[in-house]
RNA sequence: GGGCGAAUAGCUCAGUUGGUUAGAGCGCCUGUCUUACACACAGGAUGUCGGGGGUUCGAGUCCCUCUUCGCCCACCA
């Protein structure tokens, strides 16, 4: 295997890292699970920003107005593109030996996503779901283009709600004027009439008079519509239909003229049907501008009143933050309903799951109350929308193939100006991407539907919850069966990292700094599901030490094993006989069978066991931070700290019981690298391939994922004995406790007397892993049927044995006898507790059988306990 | 305005359907270069599980309420 150079990351920024990152660690398992995953990383999202400019050069460059998408570029400025955009992230992916198909990554400028783009507007227009709408749309005046809703981003800002009378022309009853509210007064010269509610009696009398619009002077009516609501400011609201949507509506319903007072570009300027609208003196002015004009000039002629501070949310351009206007005008729009009908079936039936779950209501709430697309834009690059009008007037023409023509007249055409908004191909993108609309292509047949869909939920609405509706509707078919809604990489402030804001993390030189290992470690162990990654940028130590540390670790466990290979060969775990096997191996081999299968079910299951999830599949699974956690607590708690140290004196002391070390040794850290390679590739593959025991020409990445041994660990007999080296372990730990207690040198060997408990399997325990404990305790062990007199440190275990250090002069009885009295005190202390739940009639009649059983466990083995130790307390301490 | 989420050790976070003495990593304290590893080893300290109320034999976990923070959605001028 070529190893890639050390410096080469996976990410550009952490924030894409992340995605990244988590994609290619489950592409990784599925693929050592023996899944042939095709994994296709990004959309022609890539680099939206660069590509951006790069489409604006080649635009202005070309001498064009529109640049249409896959139809007007040629391949070298479409490698050209992509060297400039995805390539990079792309060609670092692939450094990493990530499953990336890249050639249909970076595919916005192909004729083929083209193709597949005009096929879905076509059979969207022959379905009828597609229609030239005329309404109110956002606009963004510095983008020039329209926007879709969720393109128009609400922001909470703080402005003015401006309250301007406005005369009656014929004064009735006393009344000169009425007073309406607005938080856009420069809005006002589009006004057409006044609205109040039909059953407000403040003023049924106004309804039908008509007032003076101030400014311009111009007459509208009073109208009645119940969109006016009595109880908000005055009772009165302007109507304003060109520039607001539900002003348009009541327009609508009232049949009033729709003038437009503003230019795309948001200057003041006498638009459609808004002729005599705008004073010579505000034309060519900024909106803004010309509101604090004309707010002037209300209030130089008396027609202002209060003027009170209104928070309210302003829609902004999700691109440049422009804040976006209202505004009338002519757009493609594709019809919802009946779209997200299937796509709202497929979540609540268990088609398809959405990961962590609470986003199935967000995504469900808003297919419910999903409005109409608005699909066109007025940028000048993106997929131009296929429709052609005839110069002469017939019927438009929309086509998958250019047109030259009218068929009608044979007369000139011209396509459509807008462009589509650039959804409307990602919307595509589960099957454009294998080879749709050609339904005999390949890869559609081998890989859709797809399987998991893995990104962030701040695109649930632009992008999943389009591509399951495009899945169903030109498909038939949902386009993966989970979404996997991964969180974001925060500061300690929580505040999304972003290279404009500065409080990213240079990826490059966290690689510099602890390995590209480490990075993915930290971010994988550290994604709980759904939870945002924290990240402090001022302290990567903090952040980064602990993945590099496990790495180093990782390390140093191949160094030692494969140093204790040498040039012998090593007999595979299925040419060892179950009964050579040692306690330590049994139990090892038991942990790895734990540690497989939590690792397991922290990821799996991988897909529906049926059409759909059923209930207790829909939750689990991708647990990617237990996932790895598992995998490292075995590593490092189990293998390392008492496997290898437990087999080091076996190594050393040579003959077959040496062979039956290695061997295990072996088996299990092959399976832990296994177990560790879509977290930590590199370092794992590493070690992997200097590892005896598995066919030469292969890596890891290929190698099967590891399964748990179905013939156990040898019968009844063997699992017994694996359980044993708990005693082991339990032994060694109160041994070094009492070391640690009296600070006896760790190096320095002591004697040790161990009185087992009163069976033969106890007994057998330390009659054979008598060396083991003391090489790991520091030791030397007697075996004896009662505890020595004397002055000694004592601890009593679970179960019953009794480990006695007998050194006169260093341990201080008193010191001693505190310590004991206040074990026994803790001892007591929960043993009441314990004795006063089971004593108690209701927990003992209500409580499950067997946690009752259990509890009544605990309290013979604590009783039992409690006595050994009063009975040192009272043979050493008198009392 | 509507909805959702979070609040657990100094920090970053686990804690699956209520059931031992609430855990991990980092940090902190003590000791150690024990022939893989000081990026390590051994031992240790640290929590009114945000506040209050409730349900239950039993609550970090379920219900109500309050506080603080965050996110999403939203055509009330």
């Given at each position: 295997?070529?190893?890639?150079?050390?410096?080469?990351?996976?990410?550009?920024?952490v924030g894409?890292?992340l995605?990244?990152?988590?994609?290619?660690?489950?592409?990784?398992?599925?693929?050592?699970?023996?899944?042939?995953?095709?994994?296709?990383?990004?959309?022609?999202?890539?680099?939206?920003?660069?590509?951006?400019?790069?489409?604006?050069?080649?635009?202005?460059?070309?001498?064009?107005?529109?640049?249409?998408?896959?139809?007007?570029?040629?391949?070298?400025?479409?490698?050209?593109?992509?060297?400039?955009?995805?390539?990079?992230?792309?060609?670092?992916?692939?450094?990493?030996?990530?499953?990336?198909?890249?050639?249909?990554?970076?595919?916005?400028?192909?004729?083929?996503?083209?193709?597949?783009?005009?096929?879905?507007?076509?059979?969207?227009?022959?379905?009828?779901?597609?229609?030239?709408?005329?309404?109110?749309?956002?606009?963004?005046?510095?983008?020039?283009?329209?926007?879709?809703?969720?393109?128009?981003?609400?922001?909470?800002?703080?402005?003015?709600?401006?309250?301007?009378?406005?005369?009656?022309?014929?004064?009735?009853?006393?009344?000169?004027?009425?007073?309406?509210?607005?938080?856009?007064?420069?809005?006002?010269?589009?006004?057409?009439?006044?609205?109040?509610?039909?059953?407000?009696?403040?003023?049924?009398?106004?309804?039908?008079?008509?007032?003076?619009?101030?400014?311009?002077?111009?007459?509208?009516?009073?109208?009645?519509?119940?969109?006016?609501?009595?109880?908000?400011?005055?009772?009165?609201?302007?109507?304003?239909?060109?520039?607001?949507?539900?002003?348009?509506?009541?327009?609508?319903?009232?049949?009033?003229?729709?003038?437009?007072?503003?230019?795309?570009?948001?200057?003041?300027?006498?638009?459609?049907?808004?002729?005599?609208?705008?004073?010579?003196?505000?034309?060519?002015?900024?909106?803004?501008?010309?509101?604090?004009?004309?707010?002037?000039?209300?209030?130089?002629?008396?027609?202002?009143?209060?003027?009170?501070?209104?928070?309210?949310?302003?829609?902004?351009?999700?691109?440049?933050?422009?804040?976006?206007?209202?505004?009338?005008?002519?757009?493609?729009?594709?019809?919802?309903?009946?779209?997200?009908?299937?796509?709202?079936?497929?979540?609540?039936?268990?088609?398809?799951?959405?990961?962590?779950?609470?986003?199935?209501?967000?995504?469900?709430?808003?297919?419910?109350?999903?409005?109409?697309?608005?699909?066109?834009?007025?940028?000048?690059?993106?997929?131009?929308?296929?429709?052609?009008?005839?110069?002469?007037?017939?019927?438009?023409?929309?086509?998958?193939?250019?047109?030259?023509?009218?068929?009608?007249?044979?007369?000139?055409?011209?396509?459509?100006?807008?462009?589509?908004?650039?959804?409307?191909?990602?919307?595509?993108?589960?099957?454009?991407?294998?080879?749709?609309?050609?339904?005999?292509?390949?890869?559609?047949?081998?890989?859709?539907?797809?399987?998991?869909?893995?990104?962030?939920?701040?695109?649930?609405?632009?992008?999943?919850?389009?591509?399951?509706?495009?899945?169903?509707?030109?498909?038939?078919?949902?386009?993966?069966?989970?979404?996997?809604?991964?969180g974001t990489v925060r500061d300690t402030q929580h505040i999304k990292m972003s290279?404009?804001l500065?409080n990213g993390?240079?990826?490059?030189?966290?690689?510099?700094?602890?390995?590209?290992?480490?990075?993915?470690?930290?971010?994988?162990?550290?994604?709980?599901?759904?939870a945002d990654v924290i990240i402090d940028p001022?302290?990567?130590?903090?952040?980064?030490?602990?993945?590099?540390?496990?790495?180093?670790?990782?390390?140093?466990?191949?160094?030692?094993?494969?140093?204790?290979?040498?040039?012998?060969?090593?007999?595979?775990?299925?040419?060892?006989?179950?009964?050579?096997?040692?306690?330590?191996?049994?139990?090892?081999?038991?942990?790895?069978?734990?540690?497989?299968?939590?690792?397991?079910?922290?990821?799996?299951?991988?897909?529906?066991?049926?059409?759909?999830?059923?209930?207790?599949?829909?939750?689990?699974?991708?647990?990617?931070?237990?996932?790895?956690?598992?995998?490292?607590?075995?590593?490092?708690?189990?293998?390392?700290?008492?496997?290898?140290?437990?087999?080091?004196?076996?190594?050393?002391?040579?003959?077959?019981?040496?062979?039956?070390?290695?061997?295990?040794?072996?088996?299990?850290?092959?399976?832990?690298?296994?177990?560790?390679?879509?977290?930590?590739?590199?370092?794992?593959?590493?070690?992997?391939?200097?590892?005896?025991?598995?066919?030469?020409?292969?890596?890891?990445?290929?190698?099967?994922?590891?399964?748990?041994?179905?013939?156990?660990?040898?019968?009844?007999?063997?699992?017994?004995?694996?359980?044993?080296?708990?005693?082991?372990?339990?032994?060694?730990?109160?041994?070094?406790?009492?070391?640690?207690?009296?600070?006896?040198?760790?190096?320095?060997?002591?004697?040790?007397?161990?009185?087992?408990?009163?069976?033969?399997?106890?007994?057998?325990?330390?009659?054979?892993?008598?060396?083991?404990?003391?090489?790991?305790?520091?030791?030397?062990?007697?075996?004896?049927?009662?505890?020595?007199?004397?002055?000694?440190?004592?601890?009593?275990?679970?179960?019953?044995?009794?480990?006695?250090?007998?050194?006169?002069?260093?341990?201080?009885?008193?010191?001693?006898?505190?310590?004991?009295?206040?074990?026994?005190?803790?001892?007591?202390?929960?043993?009441?507790?314990?004795?006063?739940?089971?004593?108690?009639?209701?927990?003992?009649?209500?409580?499950?059988?067997?946690?009752?059983?259990?509890?009544?466990?605990?309290?013979?083995?604590?009783?039992?306990?409690?006595?050994?130790?009063?009975?040192?307390?009272?043979?050493?301490?008198?009392?």
């Amino acid at each position: 295997i070529v190893m890639p150079p050390p410096n080469i990351t996976d990410i550009l920024h952490v924030g894409h890292g992340l995605n990244n990152t988590v994609q290619d660690v489950i592409v990784r398992w599925r693929r050592m699970a023996g899944d042939e995953a095709l994994w296709l990383p990004g959309t022609d999202h890539a680099g939206i920003a660069t590509q951006n400019v790069v489409e604006k050069k080649l635009a202005r460059e070309q001498g064009k107005t529109r640049y249409d998408l896959g139809r007007d570029e040629s391949d070298a400025q479409t490698t050209a593109y992509v060297d400039a955009t995805g390539g990079t992230i792309l060609q670092q992916l692939r450094a990493i030996g990530a499953s990336a198909d890249w050639s249909r990554t970076a595919y916005t400028l192909t004729p083929e996503l083209s193709r597949a783009v005009r096929e879905a507007f076509v059979q969207l227009y022959e379905k009828g779901l597609i229609y030239r709408g005329h309404r109110v749309i956002h606009w963004c005046s510095r983008c020039l283009t329209s926007l879709s809703d969720e393109e128009a981003e609400h922001e909470d800002e703080a402005g003015s709600l401006y309250h301007i009378s406005y005369p009656l022309a014929e004064p009735i009853s006393g009344l000169a004027s009425v007073t309406v509210a607005t938080t856009r007064p420069e809005t006002m010269l589009g006004d057409v009439a006044v609205a109040v509610n039909p059953d407000d009696p403040r003023y049924r009398e106004l309804i039908g008079k008509e007032l003076i619009l101030p400014i311009t002077g111009i007459r509208i009516p009073v109208i009645a519509d119940a969109y006016a609501d009595p109880a908000f400011g005055t009772g009165v609201v302007k109507i304003t239909p060109a520039h607001d949507p539900n002003d348009f509506e009541v327009g609508r319903r009232h049949s009033l003229p729709m003038p437009i007072v503003m230019s795309p570009t948001g200057m003041m300027e006498e638009g459609a049907d808004a002729a005599g609208r705008v004073p010579e003196r505000l034309r060519g002015v900024d909106r803004f501008a010309a509101r604090a004009v004309i707010v002037d000039e209300l209030r130089a002629a008396g027609h202002l009143g209060k003027v009170e501070t209104h928070n309210h949310s302003v829609r902004h351009c999700y691109r440049c933050h422009t804040v976006v206007e209202p505004r009338l005008s002519d757009q493609w729009f594709v019809k919802m309903e009946p779209l997200a009908r299937p796509a709202l079936k497929a979540v609540r039936s268990g088609a398809i799951r959405i990961l962590p779950e609470r986003w199935e209501a967000v995504y469900i709430n808003w297919l419910e109350g999903i409005r109409d697309w608005n699909i066109s834009r007025q940028l000048w690059w993106g997929h131009r929308i296929p429709v052609w009008s005839c110069a002469a007037g017939h019927d438009p023409i929309i086509s998958r193939e250019d047109v030259t023509r009218c068929p009608k007249c044979s007369g000139p055409v011209r396509q459509d100006d807008d462009v589509l908004d650039t959804w409307f191909s990602s919307w595509l993108w589960p099957f454009s991407t294998l080879g749709w609309p050609n339904a005999d292509a390949r890869d559609l047949r081998a890989f859709y539907p797809t399987d998991v869909l893995i990104t962030a939920p701040e695109i649930l609405f632009f992008w999943v919850a389009r591509m399951i509706m495009g899945g169903f509707a030109f498909m038939g078919d949902r386009p993966f069966h989970t979404v996997y809604l991964h969180g974001t990489v925060r500061d300690t402030q929580h505040i999304k990292m972003s290279k404009s804001l500065g409080n990213g993390v240079d990826p490059l030189r966290v690689v510099e700094l602890y390995g590209a290992d480490a990075l993915r470690y930290t971010l994988v162990a550290g994604l709980g599901m759904g939870a945002d990654v924290i990240i402090d940028p001022k302290d990567l130590e903090q952040s980064f030490a602990p993945g590099r540390n496990f790495v180093t670790k990782l390390r140093n466990i191949g160094k030692f094993i494969l140093s204790n290979l040498g040039d012998e060969a090593v007999s595979p775990l299925s040419a060892i006989a179950p009964s050579s096997l040692s306690r330590s191996d049994r139990w090892i081999l038991d942990r790895l069978d734990v540690a497989i299968a939590d690792c397991d079910t922290a990821l799996g299951p991988a897909r529906p066991t049926g059409r759909t999830w059923r209930p207790s599949e829909l939750r689990s699974g991708l647990r990617l931070s237990e996932y790895a956690e598992a995998a490292r607590r075995f590593v490092w708690g189990e293998l390392a700290d008492w496997y290898v140290e437990a087999a080091k004196g076996r190594l050393m002391a040579g003959g077959a019981d040496r062979d039956v070390a290695r061997a295990v040794l072996v088996h299990v850290f092959d399976a832990a690298l296994r177990l560790l390679q879509p977290i930590v590739p590199f370092v794992t593959e590493e070690l992997w391939q200097q590892l005896p025991g598995h066919a030469d020409d292969g890596t890891l990445a290929r190698a099967p994922w590891p399964a748990q041994r179905r013939e156990g660990t040898g019968g009844r007999d063997g699992a017994a004995r694996g359980s044993e080296f708990e005693v082991v372990r339990e032994t060694v730990a109160a041994l070094r406790q009492l070391r640690s207690e009296y600070a006896i040198t760790p190096g320095k060997m002591i004697p040790a007397v161990i009185v087992p408990a009163r069976d033969a399997a106890a007994r057998a325990v330390f009659d054979e892993e008598g060396g083991t404990i003391g090489r790991l305790a520091r030791v030397t062990i007697t075996l004896a049927d009662v505890a020595p007199s004397g002055t000694a440190a004592h601890a009593v275990l679970a179960g019953g044995t009794e480990v006695i250090v007998p050194l006169e002069g260093i341990i201080d009885v008193e010191r001693e006898c505190v310590r004991l009295r206040g074990e026994l005190e803790g001892l007591e202390k929960q043993l009441a507790s314990l004795s006063q739940r089971l004593a108690n009639e209701g927990f003992v009649s209500r409580a499950p059988a067997h946690v009752v059983e259990a509890e009544r466990k605990k309290e013979t083995e604590w009783t039992a306990r409690r006595g050994q130790l009063a009975d040192k307390v009272r043979s050493m301490c008198g009392g």
